[in-house]
Nanobody, 123 residues
Framework: QLQLVESGGASVQSGGSLRLSCAAS????????MAWFRQPPGKGREAVAY???????YYTDSVKGRFTISRDNAKSTLYLQMNRLTPEDTAVYYC?????????????????WGQGTVVTVSS
């Protein structure tokens, strides 16, 4: 099972950019599919972006064209490049890793989670 630590969260203005990182340890990250989830204030956790072992990616509709998920297995690091941020992107962002799952948007498909990093976007 992977241990995951996110970083890169910050407060930015609308239209700005951030890059989140997620450092993995404890196992071989290349053996896992990975994802970013977020939890806005007062709301539930939602899937944002996914990357499988081969590098194929999926995104939730609200971030398509603005966010890019990528992975560097040699560095055991997952990234989320976020551009053209809006206040609706304000949330705690979590990275997650899994080995066997039903659907990429389901939290139950992941067995490793980070502690989260806070992104705040002001208008």
């Amino acid at each position: 099972q992977l241990q995951l630590v996110e970083s890169g969260g910050a407060s930015v203005q609308s239209g700005g950019s951030l890059r989140l990182s997620c450092a993995a340890s404890g196992s071989i990250m290349a053996n896992y599919y990975m994802a970013w989830f977020r939890q806005p204030p007062g709301k539930g956790r939602e899937a944002v972006a996914y990357i499988n072992r081969a590098g194929f990616t999926y995104y939730t509709d609200s971030v398509k064209g603005r966010f890019t998920i990528s992975r560097d297995n040699a560095k055991s690091t997952l990234y989320l490049q976020m551009n053209r941020l809006t206040p609706e992107d304000t949330a705690v962002y979590y990275c997650a890793a899994g080995e066997q799952g039903v659907h990429w948007t389901a939290t139950g498909s992941y067995n490793s989670w980070g502690q989260g990093t806070v992104v705040t976007v002001s208008s």
